[in-house]
């Protein structure tokens, strides 16, 4: 049997472990992030991959940094032949990737080798692609460089977001690593290497890229949208008021005038605002600073009753920026 450490943090890794521990290989150690304070209580929480290995009872260790840890120790004895990673969020030393005999491999969330780095899939929806994928490649010491041992694309669906694409691609990238896995094992199938100049990056999102610009396009900014949801959530400001927009739809054969950022419709259903090449783009659901998530309808009832057509929402871009 294949003894594997499996390295892995968010939700997005949890299908991918439990499918490896089902799929007949020894899961020796799960290795993720530490515990973190998190939500306003600052409440002690363990990551999705903790509470499945906690569940499927493997053992488990939470580096703050795997390099140089006696984590890392922990993991040279246990003398693995093969390290499997997904969204771990932490590089790996060569004194490490040199231990297995089979490697270390990592299921990556898009199409190499476009979109290497932290945030592919918030990328491809923010650049408006059409389609996604998973690749699973060799590791090496350069970020998600290494050969490519499978890749299989999905398209991307107009109401596809960060937290729905995430979940697709984690069943995707399950059901390749175990398709693909025996004939690696076996060492009949060869990893491909990727063409350095087709390579493109998907670096963490900045603060910066989370307000929207309204001189943009209505499209351009529902991309943004569904490329920051659930998180980090793109907002616009209302005066002092920060706004997070959750979900909103491009209003489709209509233009305006107005500047950008203007609302052009206020309905007790409707929140239209004016975007660049004079599109439109309505407000569906948003979160007023230190409140819930609201309907557009919820909202323009309590913390928005004063937002009438005519009202400038600001960010960059905008003459309020």
Known sequence: MTKIIFMGTPAFSVPILEGLAAGGY???????????????????????VKEAAVRLGISVLQPEKIANSSEMEEILLLQPDLIVTAAFGQFLPEKLLQVPRFGAINIHASLLPKYRGGAPVHFALINGERQTGVTIIEMVKKMDAGGMIAKQAIPIEDKDNVGILFEKLSILGRDLLLRVLPDYLAGKKDAIPQNE??????????????????????????????????WPIAYTMYGDLRIKIHQATVIRNTKTNEAYGVIVRRTKKELWVAAG??????????????KGKLSI????N?????IDVGVLLSGRGTDES
């Open 197 to 230: 100049e087709e390579v493109s990056f998907a670096p963490n999102i900045t603060c910066e890229m989370e307000q929207i610009d309204w001189t943009k396009g209505a499209v351009t900014i529902n991309n943004q949208i569904r490329g920051m949801y659930p």
């Open 277 to 290: 090449e004079g599109s439109i783009l309505q407000l569906d659901e948003v979160q007023p600073a230190g």
């Open 26 to 48: 020894q899961v020796l150690a799960v290795i993720t992030q530490p515990d973190r304070k998190v939500g306003r209580r600052r409440i002690l929480t363990s990551s999705p």
């Open 297 to 300: 309808v919820d909202f323009l």
């Open 302 to 306: 309590g913390v928005g009753k004063s």
